[in-house]
């Protein structure tokens, strides 16, 4: 049996976002399976996966706002940004000289918005051609280049030093970790990422996140279908647009066709006339253009 659509995984630690994407090949009997963006094997949370002809809109997910709960830890830093590598550095200080929470708060807070961010080496991120962890676990260390990223919101929701929970919500392309180690090096004590949890991307929240071994139960028992989003889930935020007769031919071969003048440009989800979406398409000035077919 083959599905369509979008299958939300609760990643747990230890899988890296390709084995997630094996082990439901296995699960579901199908190749056509992709997911939308790495996740560290330490880190847990939501990995929206596309199944079928939801894999159209693997790259636009990947795209998308994100959120996560994350914990630093001050007063050291690791090769990784994480601690799971190896430890650079430690700073001990001395009872009752550690940031005060208002220090952290505004030093955390200071990220908000976009920012010049320089992606770490142990990363999946790509420079000439080769990911930047494969360098660097043959010992190769290169200059990165930073990157613009966006901090849409953080909040701080418990402070132990050296411990510092967050909550973050952030644009694409933003390494948590290496959040952290800028914010650890604007404290003066260094900074490494304790733990991590992904728990939304776009409209998908880790409470309707299922685990493998969830996926696999409800495979046995017939029921997944009922968990897996329409592809179309991901475009819920476009204006809809049906069509009929001659222009339902038109759009079932991928072909433009004229709309009302009337009609805002900008893009729209598709439907043919027995309401089955159909497709993505781009209207500007009366007329309709594809973006995305999804026949």
Do not use: W
Request: hydrophobic residues 35%; aromatic residues 8%; charged residues 25%.
């Amino acid at each position: 049996m083959s599905y369509d659509g979008i299958l939300i995984i609760n990643k747990e630690k230890g899988y890296t976002s390709n084995d997630v994407v094996s082990v439901l090949r296995g699960i579901l009997k199908m190749k056509k399976i992709g997911h939308t963006g790495t996740l560290d094997p330490e880190a847990t949370g939501v990995l929206p996966v596309c199944l079928g002809k939801a894999t159209k809109t693997v790259g636009l997910l990947t795209e998308r706002d994100k959120e996560y709960s994350a914990v630093a830890r001050l007063g050291v830093t690791t090769d990784t940004e994480d601690m799971t590598g190896k430890v650079l550095s430690e700073k001990e200080l001395p009872e009752g000289s550690e940031p005060s929470f208002e220090a952290v708060k505004d030093v955390f807070l200071s990220f908000k918005g976009k920012y010049e961010q320089i992606p770490p080496m142990y990363s999946a991120k790509k420079v000439n051609g080769k990911k930047l962890y494969e360098l660097a676990r043959e010992g190769v260390t290169i200059e990165r280049k930073p990157c613009t990223v966006e901090i849409r919101d953080i909040v701080i929701t418990c402070y132990d030093y050296p411990y510092v929970t967050f909550d973050v919500s952030c644009g694409k392309g933003t390494y948590i970790r290496s959040l952290i180690r800028d914010a650890g090096e604007k404290l003066g004590t260094g900074a490494a990422m304790e733990s991590l949890e992904r728990t939304r991307v776009s409209e998908y929240s880790i409470d309707e996140a299922l685990t493998l071994k969830q996926v696999e139960e409800l495979v046995l028992s017939g029921k997944i279908k009922a968990y897996i989003k329409s592809t179309e889930s991901v475009f819920l935020s476009l204006p809809s647009l049906t069509v009929k007769g001659r222009t339902e031919g038109l759009l079932k071969n991928g072909n433009s066709f004229s709309v009302p003048d009337s009609l805002k440009n900008g893009e729209y989800r598709v439907h043919a006339s027995d309401g089955a979406f159909t497709a993505v398409y781009s209207v500007k000035n009366g007329q309709a253009k594809p973006v995305r077919m999804f026949l």
